[in-house]
């Protein structure tokens, strides 16, 4: 059975696309699927220095689109799960004109039968990147941050999604500051929800770690502690269909800081 | 004065997700904000052909629901006004 194929993409540049696939991508490795995860971000090749397998490419996805070598050959096996995760990492000295939307739909429909899971990390923007980044999804995530403009651009994407006829996005945000959203000072994860009308896969609160993760490339989604990661751990679990109640980002109560509970 | 206790500042959340709102209209019905300026001065000039009205309260406005986005026009007329006093 051919596998899912899942775009995660955002419109506006910097939100966490690239942060987002590698933690899915582990976060359904963990789980025990087959994930394939490709960088369509050519020119700013990302995703292999934050899964920490930057050391490990051979060959890239245009080397592959050219016939110079097979897909089979150019996925870079992942440290911690060889046998489940694998990487397809972008050119970095092409640019996107390289690959066609045709080119994009076969390279991810040959990882598909390979796979439980084919994730695809879409390039910012509207233009060429992301449409051939969307083409093969059959599931579309789209990340945004808790800030106007970040939501604007992700009203645009799922726009532009619908008018392709695509299946409904869902929507994680990212960057959520509880604190802030107590106090009514940041957007909140409902009203973003209510503003762009789609279904919410997931909430992801700022967390320091992810900087310190990405310095590592041993994403958050690895680490018990750490507030993203449990949030990632719990998208990984809702896209195999898992229910899965939304974190409290109240956060530990002020005894149970004291105390160190929880 | 009356006012002036009562009023109390918005949250940056509610003027943030004010602002969105309003952006989110325009970029969805495809009209600049601007254009609907324009738009409001031509519907004035067309009704003022057949009804005295209140220009200066002219108000149109998107409003947003669920399944639709729609254009609404709010055109007082000063004869119903008067009648109200
Ligand atoms: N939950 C988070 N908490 C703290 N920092 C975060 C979080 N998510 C992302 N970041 C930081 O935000 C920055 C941008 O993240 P990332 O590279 O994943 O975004 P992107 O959408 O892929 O960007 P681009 O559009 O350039 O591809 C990085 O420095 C990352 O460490
Ligand atoms: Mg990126």
Known sequence: MRGKIITISSGKGGVGKTTTTANLGLGLAALGYRVICIDADIGLRNLDVILG???RIVYDIVNVIEGRTTLRRALVRDKRFPEHLRL???AQTRNKEAISEEDMERVAYEAAEMADFVLIDSPAG???GF???VRPADRVLIVTNPEVSAVRDADRVIGLLEAYG????????NRIKPELVRRNEMLDPASIVDLLAIDLIGIVPEDRSVLS???RGQPVVLDKRSSAGQAYRNISRRLVGEKVPFMDLR???FLQRLFGGA | MRNFFRRRRKSEKEVAAQRLRLVLAHDRANIEPGMLEVLKDEIIAVISKHLEIDAAQVKIEFSEDEAETRLV????LKTARRRRR
Not at chain 1, 166 to 173: C, D, G, K, N
């Open chain 1, 88 to 90: 397809l990492p972008a």
């Open chain 1, 53 to 55: 397998l930057e050391n």
């Open chain 1, 213 to 215: 993760a990405s310095n």
């Open chain 1, 166 to 173: 695509r299946a409904e996005p869902s929507l994680i945000v």
């Open chain 2, 73 to 76: 026009a709010d055109i007082p």
């Open chain 1, 131 to 133: 449409r051939y980044a």
């Open chain 1, 251 to 253: 956060g530990p109560s």
């Open chain 1, 126 to 128: 509207i233009e060429h």
